[in-house]
Structure formats: structure tokens, C-alpha cells
Nanobody, 119 residues
Framework: QVQLVESGGGLVQAGGSLRLSCAAS????????MGWFRQAPGKEREFVSA????????NYADSVKGRFTISRDNAKNTMFLQMDSLKPEDTAVYSC????????????WGQGTQVTVSS
């Protein structure tokens, strides 16, 4: 019922910045929290950041705290991840996810966008 599409990934040098976007479409009126996850080569998928419906509750993984900023524009049905001071270890496929207000698990996932940080 909901489709998520990520964009904004690419190749950047260490210390640079990227802004990822996640556009939601379909039946989005019931969406609550949204979040970002990433999976690096040879590693398991890990949590990056999450934000609730009104933006008042935000969580970050310790590895990105102070460098990444999550936000959302509900009028445009879009979530963002501003990534600053990027490190090579940030290289991964980044995926956005969303869940319905009545769900405690993520119901919808995008296909991911590649972020590569060179040394």
C-alpha cells in the first residue's frame, strides 16, 4: 500500500557530505515513524536513525551521532538524512523504512541507494 524510493546516494570523499531523500507514495495517511538503515559489504544491516511522525522523537546510532541529521517534510511525504563528515566506514547501501501508526515493526522498505566514501 506504500512505496518508498530513496535518492541522493553517490560517491564522495572522506569529510564530504551527502543528503539522502526518501519519497513515500500510496496510502501514507497512517504512516508513523520512519527510519534509515544501512548495510555495508560483508556486514549485517544496521540501524542508522529514526524519526516519529511529528519529528519530536529522534534516535541515532552512536556511530553517526553528531554527523548525521534526520528530518521529514510531511507535506511533501519525504524524509531526509543529511550526512556530514562522512567516513569510509559509512560506505553502505542505505535504505529507508516506514511503519503504520498501529505497528511496532517496519512495514515498508525502499530498495536502497548506494553511498560510497573514498579515503
Amino acid at each position: 500500500q506504500v512505496q518508498l524510493v530513496e535518492s541522493g546516494g553517490g560517491l564522495v570523499q572522506a569529510g564530504g557530505s551527502l543528503r539522502l531523500s526518501c519519497a513515500a507514495s500510496g496510502r501514507i495517511s497512517s504512516l508513523a515513524a520512519m527510519g534509515w538503515f544501512r548495510q555495508a559489504p560483508g556486514k549485517e544491516r544496521e540501524f542508522v536513525s529514526a524519526i516519529n511522525r511529528n519529528g519530536g522523537i529522534i534516535n541515532y546510532a552512536d556511530s553517526v551521532k553528531g554527523r548525521f541529521t534526520i528530518s521529514r517534510d510531511n507535506a511533501k511525504n519525504t524524509m531526509f538524512l543529511q550526512m556530514d563528515s562522512l567516513k569510509p566506514e559509512d560506505t553502505a547501501v542505505y535504505s529507508c523504512a516506514a511503519r503504520n501508526v498501529l505497528s511496532n515493526v517496519y512495514n515498508y522498505w525502499g530498495q536502497g541507494t548506494q553511498v560510497t566514501v573514498s579515503s
